[in-house]
């Protein structure tokens, strides 16, 4: 009657252990896609970081003027 006990839970874990795995070309493709999300995401900030130098020389510029002009 122990073995059953100890049977029945050994037997579990390995029917639950031994399941099928997922094949390595769908983790991979799962991975490069998000790789080139945040290649892109970087990309993109990357532009928004220059324009807002940009932005903000002018802006220095215009206030270097504007006390001159005091």
């Given at each position: 009657?122990k073995?059953s ?6 037997l579990?874990?390995l ?25 892109t995401s970087?990309?993109?900030l ?5 324009s ?10 215009e ?8």
């Amino acid at each position: 009657m122990k073995r059953s006990f100890y049977l029945v839970p050994v037997l579990g874990l390995l029917l639950a252990c031994s399941g099928s795995k997922q094949p390595s070309e769908t983790s991979s493709e799962v991975v490069q896609e998000q790789i080139e999300a945040i290649e892109t995401s970087v990309q993109q900030l990357d532009e928004t970081i220059q324009s807002l130098d940009k932005e903000m020389e002018q802006t220095q510029s215009e206030i270097d003027s504007l006390l001159n002009n005091l």
